[in-house]
């Protein structure tokens, strides 16, 4: 009768679990095609290092890593002995691990065994941090954490239970391999009467009913990324996240995202596969200094829409729940995204790589190409970038000013090597300049052919694309192209990381392939090859470091300008507590440079305080919007005015050899 009975629960607990599944992932199909099938081996090896190697869990210092890294290979060791326990469930007489040899299931129950008990105690400890040491948000001490915390507890007990009662019954001819059920068995079953079944089927309908319930339970919880971490892994971009998908402008279209079903499959499945791990909340700059946006919240809402408007979707029904309004769980509201500084941050620590910024940037894209919906700040920068190319408005023949009193060519066809092209803050805004000087003395040293577009050079349109305004960057686009190919430019060095990621990731998309160069790779590159020759800096203090967010984790250029501060000073400059991959942004990134920071506190402010707990004599960066960002910084916090905040450039041209 305990076979037939189970047999019938069990049969009925998975089909409804695969009902679940079905209801769920089918909500998937919903969101527009994406082609993430590419390079299949390259995915299968991102899913053996990231996912099951856990190489995001552990890194970025966090403590617990090990301890979810210990779970999760516990847990898929345990998947094979719970599969074993269902398909023993329904069919007793042909599987099971008894049946294999002794010198198979004898190591095998012991590998069980063991995983077992450190799922246990990765459980406990797990518990224990909810409790002791909790993450910054409230949902880690959830109702939905400590269900699932406890159901993976009561199945270890109930697993140690169950044999520990075919040990005391005498009917496990694997107990010495099974070191803790033999110790339980030893402990609490030694009085049991021979022959007696009541532990065994106490404990086995324990086992059985907590594992149906864990598993019907999954699909409607936040452990959903039990089931889509690893896929969502396997699908991720091979590249790094550093351009917009492109949209085409065609009557009819809408552009951006403004309903769930509008994202691509792959956008759909990110919001499946938070692990809720709150890193991304932990690295963001507008979360950390009390803005409105909690990237973690962005893809909770996203998953919450899904569910609520998905089903009415499927049934051709009107949504009921706007995906871009706030107020009410399963709806963002704008001035989340419009908080959002794009440093990405959030996409480095993520272990299951959810594409937080694309989904941010596509959803302004549709407050201000479908909706008109602009913060009234950036009016004044929409309008002059269409019109005349700049943020400020500036007549486009000032472009090469700065350049007045210097020996500088135009760009010629088949002439000049490399186009310098300046950028908007390197022609017009008056720190810059400087930099753009301090930058021609050094490509003269360097002894290249290398020209500037002057008058001729337009914007390259990087706050258009980030702020969401798509229509004016594809504009800007195929004018610069038109540009570049009309010249036959195919080399480019940039003063700007926005510019430099802009020419290089963004115009891809269009066909243009150019040689993009950022100065400090370039310096480094001339330095290296002995023809940039330096003499040794004057001495300028301390000299901290900043990293850009988009020449760093955008580009991953980090070594370059580090290596060559350190052949002018002869030593590596100072770090600051977060830098390199972690390095905080400056807050101008996102085409937050043209907006004001309305709530908490400023993000510039965060890393200038930062910086000064290293004493610096020089603040080093390689970057305009953080040049700007830095300076006013700086002033805000009233620091030393000792305190010089410089460009690479201006320190290596400082250091440059008389020819």
């Known amino acids: 009768m305990l076979i037939n009975i189970s047999t019938i629960i069990f049969a009925a607990a998975i089909a409804l679990f695969c009902w679940s599944c079905y209801r769920r992932f089918r909500l998937l199909l919903l969101g527009r095609a994406e082609n993430r099938f590419d390079d299949i081996g390259k995915r299968i090896g991102s899913v053996l290092y990231y996912a099951f190697g856990q190489r995001c869990t552990v890194s970025h210092g966090y403590r617990f890593g090990w301890n979810h890294l210990v779970l999760f290979w516990s847990f898929m060791i345990l998947l094979i002995a719970n599969t074993e326990f269902l398909l023993e469930g329904l069919f007793p007489d042909y599987i099971s691990f008894a049946l294999l040899p002794a010198g198979v299931y004898h190591p095998l129950a012991f590998l069980i065994e063991i995983a077992s008990v450190l799922a246990l105690l990765a459980v406990c400890i797990a518990i224990i941090r909810r409790m002791a040491f909790p993450p910054s948000y409230i949902e880690a001490r ?64 324990l086992h059985a009913i907590v594992l149906l319930v864990f ?110 309004k706030g107020g009410i769980e399963g709806s963002v509201a704008e001035q989340v995204l419009w908080d959002c500084t794009t440093c990405g941050a959030c996409m480095e620590v993520c272990p299951v790589f959810i594409e937080h910024v694309p989904e941010i940037v596509d959803m302004r894209r549709n407050l201000v190409e479908m909706n008109a919906k602009v913060p009234d700040e950036l ?17 486009p023949g000032d472009r090469a000013k700065w350049a007045a009193d210097m020996d500088i060519k135009t760009f ?190 400023r993000i510039n402010l965060e890393r200038v305080e930062e910086a000064m707990k290293k004493d610096p004599g020089t603040i080093c960066v390689s970057c305009p919007y953080c040049m700007t960002m830095f300076e006013d910084g700086i002033k805000g916090i009233k620091a030393d005015d000792k305190v010089q905040v410089l460009d690479l450039a201006e320190i290596v041209c400082s250091a440059l050899k008389s020819p």
């Open 142 to 205: 959830s109702r939905d954490a400590f269900i699932i915390l406890g159901l993976i507890a009561l199945l270890m007990i109930a697993f140690f239970g169950l044999h520990a009662s075919k040990i005391a019954q005498g009917n496990e001819e694997a107990a010495y391999f099974m070191p803790v059920s033999d110790f339980v068995a030893s402990t609490f079953f030694s009085n049991v009467p021979a022959g007696s079944l009541d532990g065994y089927i106490t404990f086995w309908w």
């Open 215 to 324: 598993l019907n339970y999954l699909p409607y919880s936040k452990h959903m990324h039990i089931l889509t971490g690893i896929p969502n892994v396997f699908f991720r971009s091979l590249t790094k996240v550093n351009t917009q998908p492109r949209e085409e402008f065609k009557k009819g279209n809408e552009f951006g995202v403004g309903k769930i079903d509008q994202f691509t499959w792959k956008n759909l499945t990110d919001s499946y596969s938070c692990t809720e791990c709150g890193r991304c909340s932990d690295n963001c700059p507008a979360t950390i200094t009390g803005k409105m946006l909690n990237p973690r919240l962005v893809i909770h809402n996203m998953k919450i829409n899904l569910l609520i408007n998905g089903p009415k979707i499927l049934k051709n029904k009107e949504t009921v729940l706007p995906l871009i």
């Open 379 to 395: 009016l004044a920068l929409f309008e002059n970038t269409e019109q005349r190319s700049n943020p400020w408005g500036i007549v």
């Open 412 to 601: 010629e066809t088949g002439k000049t090597e490399y186009l310098f092209y300046v950028g908007c803050f390197g022609a017009f805004d008056a720190r810059s300049k400087k930099v753009s000087q301090a930058i021609s003395k050094i490509l003269n040293a360097s002894g290249i052919s290398w020209g500037i577009l002057g008058k001729d050079e337009l914007c390259c349109g990087d706050s258009m694309r980030r702020l969401g305004n798509e229509f004016v960057f594809d504009r800007m686009t195929r004018e610069n192209i038109k540009i570049f190919k009309d010249k036959g430019i195919k080399k480019v060095i940039t003063q700007c990381p926005h510019c430099y990621n802009t020419l290089k990731n963004d115009y891809r998309q269009y066909g243009l392939e150019l040689e993009v160069v950022h100065h400090t790779e370039f310096i480094n590159d001339m330095t290296k090859s002995g023809k940039l020759k330096l003499n040794d800096a004057k001495d300028f203090g301390n000299l901290v470091f900043h990293d850009s967010c988009y020449l760093g984790r955008y580009n991953g250029i980090y070594e370059a300008p580090r290596n060559v501060l350190a052949s002018i000073t002869g030593r590596a400059p100072i770090e600051m507590e977060r830098h390199n991959d972690r390095s905080f942004c400056c807050g101008a990134g996102g085409g937050r440079m043209w907006m004001e920071e309305a709530t908490g506190k």
